[in-house]
Each structure stands twice: as C-alpha cells, then as structure tokens.
C-alpha cells in the first residue's frame, strides 16, 4: 500500500520560497509518476507538476520558471521548489501517485494515491 505524506507548506509574502516534500513509503519504482497538485476551495484540483523515469518532468504553464519537481529516490521523497510565489499560489497541495507506467497523466482522476495536503498560502 502507498502512503503518501505532505509537508512545508506555510505562509509567506509574494516573491518568496517554499520547499514542499512528500515522503512516500511503499513506492519502490521511479517508473510509476508522482506529481504535486493544487486545490482552491470551490475549484478543481489542478496537476502543477510531475516527474517520471527520474527526468522526464511536465508543469502546468502557470508554474513554469518557477517551480520545480524533483525527487530523491534514496529519500523516497518527492519536492516542489517554489520560487517567486504569487497570491494566486494560495492553495491545497497534494502530492500523488499513480500506478501507470512511464507517464505522467495530465487528468487527476488517473491518480491513484493522495497525500493529505499541505497549505501554501502567500500574502500581498
């Protein structure tokens, strides 16, 4: 079973960092993506980015230049680098995983297990 468990979210101003990771236990192949999502109360969970096969990495066009994904395979730890945060950043983030391989599905009904989020909230 896959346990996915978020953590680093926080507050802070525009323009500033975040580190997120995601410990995932019961994950064992750098085949299966793993990618960070976000939520806005009363709007759909969106896909941020996601990584598969170590280097094959996607973003969401409102993240790119800004955010990166990476993962340590020895940690079983996925993170999201976020730089220059926006208010418009404000969101539930999620980390997930799915069990198809060598792809990173753009669709979060594809996803098979979620982490329990954790806040990001940037001020103005």
């Known amino acids: 079973q896959v346990q996915l468990v978020e953590s680093g979210g926080g507050s802070v101003q525009t323009g500033g960092s975040l580190r997120l990771s995601c410990e995932a236990s019961?994950?064992?192949?750098?085949?299966?993506?793993l990618a960070w999502f976000r939520q806005v109360s009363g709007k759909e969970r969106e896909r941020v980015a996601g990584i598969v096969n170590d280097v094959r990495t996607n973003y969401a066009d409102f993240v790119k230049g800004r955010f990166t994904i990476s993962r340590d395979n020895a940690k079983n730890t996925l993170y999201l680098h976020m730089n220059s945060l926006e208010p418009e950043d404000t969101a539930m983030y999620y980390c997930?995983?799915?069990?198809?391989?060598?792809?990173?599905?753009?669709?979060?009904?594809?996803?098979?297990?979620w982490g329990q989020g954790t806040q990001v909230t940037v001020s103005s």
């Open positions: 997930a995983s799915t069990v198809i391989l060598d792809y990173c599905p753009p669709d979060r009904s594809r996803y098979n297990y």
């Open positions: 019961g994950y064992t192949s750098s085949r299966y993506c």
